[in-house]
């Protein structure tokens, strides 16, 4: 998606830097952004390079970054404003990366998990499934007409994860950290719970979140 050669990244929506921290590992130059400042506080704590802004209204000058990237975050945007901004940024032949992961719910102990938090293949059926999100985002970016054709492809993808990872990882979700306090408490502490007693998690050190990623890229037109 960014290539095999070192690049100059902003990656969008980065929330605690989960994937920003994976570009830099590949030898990137990377930018996070994110408008949450609790969100950030994450990324921070891990030595990155980010900045509070929102993607309708990157603190970039024109024509300055070779790639944009959006995990799980461009349907948080507004469209109509940000699609412009992204264009504005990038670099003439520049590309926008768009990730979306969902979770393996044919795995008992995912549905389980899917069955507290929320099924994410039910969130995409809002936009028809894997067809929907990716017309929402050719109809997002081609419509515009500052971006080319949009590519798709599917990957396997697994994340060894700890039971304090796994309630890292569900605090960092959007949908969950705009819970009410009260609420998303309740709902971390089954999750908790889930970890001590279903049988494919109990006492394991670490056990694999398995995915389906889909990902999306556009070139500047």
């Not at 264009?87 to 393996?104: E, F, I, K, S």
Request: glycine fraction near 10%.
């Amino acid at each position: 998606m960014v290539g095999d050669e070192p690049t100059t990244v902003v990656d969008i929506g980065c929330g605690p830097g989960n994937l920003t921290s994976r570009l830099v590992e590949l030898g990137h130059s990377v930018i996070g952004v994110d408008p949450s400042v609790a969100m950030l506080q994450g990324a921070i704590a891990q030595g990155l390079n980010v900045v509070g802004a929102a993607a309708e209204a990157l603190p970039l000058g024109n024509a300055t970054v070779d790639v944009l990237t959006a995990a799980t975050a461009f349907h948080w945007f507004d469209h109509e404003r940000a699609v412009p901004e992204m264009r504005r940024v990038l670099c003439a032949g520049g590309c926008v990366g768009l990730l979306t992961n969902m979770r393996d719910e044919t795995v008992p102990w995912v549905k389980a998990l899917s069955d507290i938090v929320g099924s994410e293949a039910a969130m995409a059926a809002t936009l028809g499934g894997a067809e929907g999100m990716e017309a929402e985002f050719v109809v997002k970016l081609e419509g515009s007409g500052l971006f080319d054709s949009t590519e798709h492809r599917v990957f396997d993808f697994e994340q060894e994860l700890t039971e304090e990872q796994l309630m890292g990882l569900m605090r960092s979700r959007s949908y969950i950290s705009i819970l009410p306090d009260g609420e998303r408490d309740e709902l971390l502490a089954e999750v908790q719970a889930l970890c001590s007693e279903h049988p494919q998690l109990r006492d394991r050190e670490s056990f694999l979140m398995p995915y389906k990623t889909h990902a999306f890229r556009a070139t500047a037109s």
